[in-house]
């Protein structure tokens, strides 16, 4: 089993900075990306960054520029470097990890989620 946890949320203001991080535990697979996604009130989930284990990323045009995210893959982490946070960005932030199984087919886990409060 895979476990997901996640730490670095809080409360900013804004034009301020947090640094996420979501460590995995358990058995991961060599191929596989790690993303985050965040939920405010009232919408749905969304993908904020993703990074594959060869390193290519893929942001949400609203973040782009401002937000970094990378990974440790000998500390099974992944991080999401956020500057310049506006209220916008106030969500619950989730990691995800999509993972291909040697023998096929893929699977994912969440974390639990940590509060992102930007105020103006």
């Known amino acids: 089993q895979v476990r997901l946890v996640e730490s670095g949320g809080g409360l900013v203001q804004a034009g301020g900075s947090l640094r996420l991080s979501c460590a995995a535990s358990?058995?991961?697979?060599?191929?596989?990306?790690r993303g985050w996604y965040r939920q405010a009130p009232g919408k749905e989930r969304e993908l904020v960054a993703s990074i594959t284990t060869g390193g290519n990323t893929d942001y949400a045009d609203s973040v782009k520029g401002r937000f970094t995210i990378s990974r440790d893959n000998a500390k099974s982490t992944v991080y999401l470097q956020m500057d310049s946070l506006n209220p916008e960005d106030t969500a619950v932030y989730y990691c995800?990890?999509?993972?291909?199984?040697?023998w096929g087919g893929g699977t994912d886990y969440w974390g639990q989620g940590t509060q992102v409060t930007v105020s103006s």
């Open positions: 358990g058995t991961i697979f060599s191929i596989n990306t």
């Open positions: 995800r990890l999509s993972m291909t199984r040697p």
